[in-house]
Every structure is written in structure tokens, then in C-alpha cells.
């Protein structure tokens, strides 16, 4: 609860003068969170601008998430198994909405890759923007904004090697990493489609689950 209160920025005793438990507290914390990203992602898609820089804006939200509200995601990552089920399914579902926003715009951006491939490349890079939660970097914020944001581009852009192509990155020894499964085309659907939607962990917040995420 110590972590929960240096989040809400109030002592972990006084939590329980407003909610009834530590369930209660996170649920309403992660929703605040995720709908405040997802009104944010939302008022960008809806704003006419081109694709690139919609896209910008929405990598710029993940960023100013994680250096605004990096303690709250921490406790979500370690906290989000032990909520109650419906009130994870329904956050669950919140993220992977949040993402969709990210994945309709990178869609027109990549023609090259099919939605399962734009969907993953949408969680490698909330992902890479995320991993910063979990270490010092040493780099004062702006600095760390703008790195966390060049990645996080450059993910999105990543080239579409085919199999036998020389990867950017060799094993040891010169061992070629194992070839990719192809995508199912009965999987991969229209480039606007939505995912199912199951209910594997999720490690980004929000960024959702693996049907690709803190609110990835």
C-alpha cells in the first residue's frame, strides 16, 4: 500500500479512509489512468492531421505516461493478476481499445504488413517505451523523452525482411534465428479489423496484451 499512496501522492494508511480496500484502490487508479490515455489517443486520431503525425502523438502519450506516472505502472504490472476478474477483464479491454487507436493509424502507414504484423509492431514499441519503468537510465527526463520517442518510431518503421535476408542481428556463433510462422490469412483479416479478444496476461500498461502492455 506504501506504493500505491507514493502514487496518489498520500500516506498508504490514508488510502482506507476512501476505499474500502487495496482492490478497490488500484481498479480505481488503472481506470483513471486508462481513460485519461485513451481520451488523449482519441482527441489526436479524431484531429484531421496526416498519419505520421497522429501516430507521433500517440507515441508522445505513451511517453509522457511513463515519466508522469511511472510509480502507478509499476504497481500495476505487479498488481494486475490480483484484481478481481471482472474488474481485470474490463481494464484489459480498455488497453487493447487504447491500442487499436495506434494500430488503425500505423495500418495506413505500413501497407507492407499484414494487421497481425502491425499489431505486433505496435506492442514492441509501446514496449520499448515501457522498459524504462524498470530501471534508472541516468538520463534527465528530456533526454529520456526524446530517446524513449526515437525508438519507439523507429519500431514502428522496422523493414520487413523476408526469410533468408541477412538479419540486422546475427546470433553467436552465426547461428540464424529460426524462420518466422507465416501469418494466417483467415488471422490476419482487413487492415481495420478488430482482434478477438482474449484474456492472456498483459504486460504493458496499457499497451496492451499479447492479441498482440501500464494504462500500456
Do not use: C
Not at 481506470?31 to 482519441?42: F, N, Q, Y
Amino acid at each position: 500500500m506504501a506504493d500505491i499512496g507514493a502514487a496518489a501522492g498520500i500516506t498508504g494508511s490514508a488510502i482506507y479512509r476512501h476505499f474500502d480496500g487495496k482492490s478497490a484502490v488500484l481498479v480505481a487508479m488503472f481506470d483513471h489512468v486508462i481513460d485519461d490515455l485513451s481520451r488523449e489517443a482519441s482527441a489526436i486520431v479524431a484531429s484531421g492531421g496526416d498519419a505520421l503525425a497522429i501516430l507521433r502523438g500517440l507515441i508522445q502519450t505513451q511517453v509522457r505516461f511513463v515519466l508522469r506516472d511511472g510509480t502507478l505502472a509499476q504497481v500495476y504490472h505487479n498488481e494486475v493478476a490480483n484484481l478481481p476478474e471482472e474488474d481485470r477483464h474490463r481494464l484489459r479491454r480498455k488497453q487493447r481499445l487504447y491500442i487499436e487507436e495506434w494500430v488503425h493509424v500505423l495500418a495506413q502507414l505500413r501497407p507492407d504488413a499484414g494487421d497481425a504484423t502491425v499489431r505486433a509492431l505496435v506492442h514492441a514499441s509501446v514496449g520499448a517505451i515501457q522498459s524504462v519503468l524498470f530501471y534508472q537510465s541516468g538520463l534527465t527526463d528530456d533526454q529520456l523523452a526524446a530517446l524513449m520517442s526515437s525508438i519507439a518510431e523507429a519500431s514502428l518503421f522496422a523493414p520487413m525482411l523476408a526469410w533468408g535476408d541477412d538479419p540486422p542481428i546475427h546470433l553467436p556463433g552465426g547461428l540464424l534465428p529460426a524462420p518466422p510462422a507465416p501469418e494466417s490469412p483467415a488471422r490476419r483479416g482487413p487492415a481495420f479489423s478488430a482482434p478477438p479478444l482474449p484474456d492472456e496476461p498483459v504486460r504493458s500498461f496499457p499497451v496492451g496484451e499479447s492479441d498482440a502492455g501500464a494504462p500500456g
